[in-house]
């Protein structure tokens, strides 16, 4: 079984973490099982009604007992046909409900997670766990509830009748069992493993599918859709080839269930004609048995199915409950500090790297004191540390080695959403929700007047084309802020991130897409109208920085000069490059040097 794969005590967690998620739907799943066993019963019985109703009714040529046994099958059919309603029902809603439990519980636990997280499981991977697995486990929860528990149920219940009618030929059926659970065994041992292969697979193919799609203006902008349907066309037939593979070998279920069924009819027939003529046996016995027989037929078909379920499912179930159980990285401590005294930002020998990554530090021996209120400028090349950097601020990841301070205060002695709503990061690719620009500026503050985001938008230099605009304020934002240019989002973002009144706020590159005009009004606003508030300016352009306090020169996660803009360009060779190369091309700079070592920031 696929559980081999697995220890016990892991099959044992994954079981418990599953079956919590029943949680208000345990009297739905009990319920199930009896209007079940209640309908498999009454279905048992009538082909026994039916053989008195041959014996005694027809055969005998008596009317009042074809009336009397035809009266109880009706009845009994009725019933049967209420409990199944019953069943369906309730099975319906343990199953559906479950499956909410699933996504509500894995969605939270999802809300928690730091980024390393995230990158541990991939975006992709996460959303095929919250769809796909869990519609697995939705229908494999049904199958359990009613059709695991009609199949043995019902196979039993026959047998038992037929050892009533019959013993001698009911020994047929369990030779015949007996062999067919040997022969799904060695079946379904085999393709376990392929299930899994099968599942990961789903995560390739959808995180092909999400790149593609958030990406398609670039694909079609560089007309390299022939590309992209190469890339998913062989995602696809990989995990086609997986499917069939697996698929192949459960698809002989059925023909060898077949193959050892009808040899039992077969064989019924041959030593039931021969107890007929001898008198060990009536005809509507005989016929009872033919109907018992295909019971058992249904039911080994069920349990066939069942198995195949079942099988998926555990891959399912083993990923779904690894998210739900997953204890992420960075948590509240006890005892967290709820307020932020400051701004002031301590880098105490700070050394960091990725988990899963190269092994070497994005950022290495950063020693940094920087006062509340200071405007703090930050350059260097790609993979130089500076979204690192910002990432430990807010402990979006924890350090390595060291320690970072804000408020004088470790970053892990506070109480996340606290220190994050003091630390207000804006994203060069910062994203805008579906709703109004009201409604997106209110995630800072979701109390906040109008009068209070328009003097956010005004610091933030976008009142001005939000006043433009047709329903001004009320302006619905398309899904990612399609309908907004990239420099006016960046500016609402900033917006966003003001209403939090923080005491420390990152400008991560965050007006790159804004002009120089545009960016120096920002600036100045920011100084002018909030100049208690410590100001991180991370940059590509000079210009962004060079008024600020002090600028940190990062170079392959390192220190390389910290100081004011005149200071720097006597002492900081890199940053005598930079401001070489972008007052002779009047670009931005990346990277002076083409042999410095790339390290992910």
Same mark, same amino acid.
């Given at each position: 079984?696929?559980?081999?794969?697995?220890?016990?005590?892991?099959?044992?967690?994954?079981?418990?973490?599953?079956?919590?998620?029943?949680?208000?739907?345990?009297?739905?799943?009990?319920?199930?099982?009896?209007?079940?066993?209640?309908?498999?019963?009454?279905?048992?019985?009538?082909?026994?009604?039916?053989?008195?109703?041959?014996?005694?009714?027809?055969?005998?040529?008596?009317?009042?007992?074809?009336?009397?046994?035809? =009266?109880?099958?009706?009845?009994?059919?009725?019933?049967?046909?209420?409990?199944?309603?019953?069943?369906?029902?309730?099975?319906?809603?343990?199953?559906?409900?479950?499956?909410?439990?699933?996504?509500?519980?894995?969605?939270? &636990?999802?809300?928690? $997670?730091?980024?390393?997280?995230?990158?541990?499981?991939? @975006?992709?991977?996460?959303?095929?766990?919250? @769809?796909?697995?869990?519609?697995?486990?939705?229908?494999?929860?049904?199958?359990?509830?009613?059709?695991?528990?009609?199949?043995?149920? &019902?196979?039993?219940?026959?047998?038992?009748?037929?050892?009533?009618?019959?013993?001698?030929?009911?020994?047929?059926?369990?030779?015949?069992?007996?062999?067919?659970?040997?022969?799904?065994?060695?079946?379904?041992?085999?393709?376990?493993?392929? $299930?899994?292969?099968?599942?990961?697979?789903?995560?390739?193919?959808?995180?092909?599918?999400?790149?593609?799609?958030?990406?398609?203006?670039?694909?079609?902008?560089?007309?390299?859709?022939?590309?992209?349907?190469?890339?998913?066309?062989?995602?696809?037939?990989?995990?086609?080839?997986?499917?069939?593979?697996?698929?192949?070998?459960?698809?002989?279920?059925?023909?060898?269930?077949?193959?050892?069924?009808?040899?039992?009819?077969?064989?019924?027939?041959?030593?039931?004609?021969?107890?007929?003529?001898?008198?060990? =046996?009536?005809?509507?016995?005989?016929?009872? =048995?033919? @109907?018992?027989?295909?019971?058992? %037929?249904? !039911?080994?078909?069920?349990?066939?199915?069942? $198995?195949?379920?079942?099988?998926?499912?555990?891959?399912?179930?083993? *990923?779904?409950?690894?998210?739900? +159980?997953?204890?992420?990285?960075?948590?509240?401590?006890?005892?967290?500090?709820?307020?932020?005294?400051?701004?002031?930002?301590?880098? &105490?020998?700070?050394?960091?790297?990725?988990?899963?990554?190269?092994?070497?530090?994005?950022?290495?021996?950063?020693?940094?004191?920087?006062?509340?209120?200071?405007?703090?400028?930050?350059?260097?090349?790609?993979? !130089?540390?500076?979204?690192?950097?910002?990432?430990?601020?807010?402990?979006?990841?924890?350090?390595?080695?060291?320690?970072?301070?804000?408020?004088?205060? +470790?970053?892990?002695?506070?109480?996340?959403?606290?220190?994050?709503?003091?630390?207000?990061?804006?994203?060069?690719?910062?994203?805008?929700?579906?709703?109004?620009?009201?409604?997106?500026?209110?995630?800072?503050?979701? +109390?906040?007047?109008?009068?209070?985001?328009?003097?956010?938008?005004?610091?933030?230099?976008?009142?001005?084309?939000?006043?433009?605009?047709?329903?001004?304020?009320?302006?619905?934002?398309?899904?990612?802020?399609? &309908?907004?240019?990239?420099?006016?989002?960046?500016?609402?973002?900033?917006?966003?991130? %003001?209403?939090?009144?923080?005491?420390?706020?990152?400008?991560?590159?965050?007006?790159?897409?804004?002009?120089?005009?545009?960016?120096?009004?920002?600036?100045?606003?920011?100084?002018?109208?909030?100049?208690?508030?410590?100001?991180?300016?991370?940059?590509?352009?000079?210009?962004?920085?060079?008024?600020?306090?002090?600028?940190?020169?990062?170079? +392959?996660?390192?220190?390389?000069?910290?100081? !004011?803009?005149?200071?720097?360009?006597?002492?900081?060779?890199?940053?005598?490059?930079?401001?070489?190369?972008?007052?002779?091309?009047?670009?931005?700079?990346?990277?002076?040097?083409?042999? *410095?070592?790339?390290?992910?920031?």
């Amino acid at each position: 079984m696929y559980f081999c794969a697995y220890t016990s005590s892991e099959f044992v967690k994954m079981l418990k973490t599953l079956l919590k998620q029943v949680k208000q739907y345990k009297t739905a799943s009990l319920l199930t099982p009896v209007f079940i066993m209640l309908e498999v019963v009454l279905d048992v019985l009538i082909p026994y009604v039916t053989a008195k109703l041959i014996d005694n009714g027809i055969s005998a040529g008596h009317m009042p007992s074809v009336y009397k046994y035809g =009266l109880i099958m009706l009845v009994m059919a009725f019933l049967s046909m209420m409990a199944a309603i019953m069943a369906g029902r309730y099975a319906s809603y343990a199953s559906s409900g479950f499956a909410c439990n699933l996504r509500d519980a894995m969605y939270k &636990n999802i809300q928690r $997670f730091a980024f390393s997280d995230i990158d541990k499981y991939s @975006t992709s991977g996460l959303v095929t766990r919250m @769809t796909t697995d869990v519609t697995n486990l939705q229908n494999a929860y049904q199958q359990i509830i009613r059709t695991s528990v009609r199949a043995p149920f &019902n196979l039993l219940s026959s047998i038992v009748m037929c050892f009533v009618i019959s013993p001698q030929l009911s020994l047929i059926f369990i030779v015949a069992s007996v062999v067919l659970g040997v022969i799904l065994a060695l079946i379904i041992s085999k393709v376990s493993k392929m $299930f899994a292969l099968v599942f990961k697979q789903y995560d390739v193919l959808n995180g092909v599918v999400q790149e593609n799609v958030s990406g398609i203006r670039v694909v079609k902008a560089f007309v390299r859709e022939d590309f992209e349907n190469s890339k998913f066309w062989n995602a696809a037939k990989r995990l086609y080839d997986l499917n069939v593979k697996a698929e192949s070998l459960m698809a002989l279920n059925r023909p060898l269930m077949n193959m050892v069924v009808y040899g039992c009819i077969i064989a019924i027939s041959w030593f039931g004609a021969q107890f007929i003529v001898a008198g060990d =046996l009536t005809t509507g016995q005989l016929t009872s =048995l033919f @109907t018992y027989v295909m019971t058992i %037929l249904m !039911s080994l078909m069920m349990l066939s199915m069942i $198995f195949v379920t079942i099988t998926q499912s555990l891959a399912s179930g083993q *990923r779904v409950a690894q998210v739900i +159980n997953e204890i992420p990285d960075i948590v509240n401590p006890d005892d967290a500090i709820t307020e932020v005294p400051d701004g002031s930002i301590d880098f &105490n020998h700070v050394f960091f790297a990725y988990k899963g990554g190269s092994g070497e530090y994005a950022l290495n021996n950063i020693d940094l004191h920087i006062a509340s209120g200071e405007s703090i400028g930050v350059i260097g090349g790609t993979g !130089s540390g500076k979204s690192s950097l910002i990432n430990l601020m807010s402990r979006l990841y924890d350090a390595s080695k060291g320690e970072v301070l804000v408020g004088g205060n +470790n970053v892990n002695t506070y109480d996340l959403e606290s220190l994050r709503n003091h630390v207000s990061v804006v994203l060069q690719k910062n994203v805008l929700f579906s709703g109004t620009i009201l409604d997106n500026l209110r995630w800072g503050d979701e +109390n906040a007047t109008l009068e209070q985001c328009r003097e956010a938008c005004r610091v933030a230099c976008a009142d001005e084309f939000i006043s433009e605009m047709p329903d001004g304020y009320e302006t619905r934002i398309e899904q990612g802020g399609a &309908n907004v240019s990239g420099g006016q989002k960046q500016r609402l973002c900033i917006a966003r991130a %003001l209403l939090k009144k923080p005491k420390i706020m990152v400008l991560d590159d965050s007006t790159s897409a804004c002009d120089n005009t545009t960016d120096a009004r920002i600036r100045a606003a920011l100084r002018a109208n909030l100049p208690e508030m410590t100001k991180i300016i991370i940059a590509q352009r000079i210009s962004s920085i060079k008024d600020c306090d002090r600028i940190l020169v990062l170079d +392959n996660g390192k220190m390389m000069g910290f100081d !004011s803009h005149d200071n720097l360009l006597k002492s900081c060779k890199i940053y005598q490059e930079i401001c070489a190369i972008q007052e002779e091309s009047g670009g931005d700079f990346d990277k002076p040097q083409d042999n *410095r070592k790339e390290v992910r920031s």
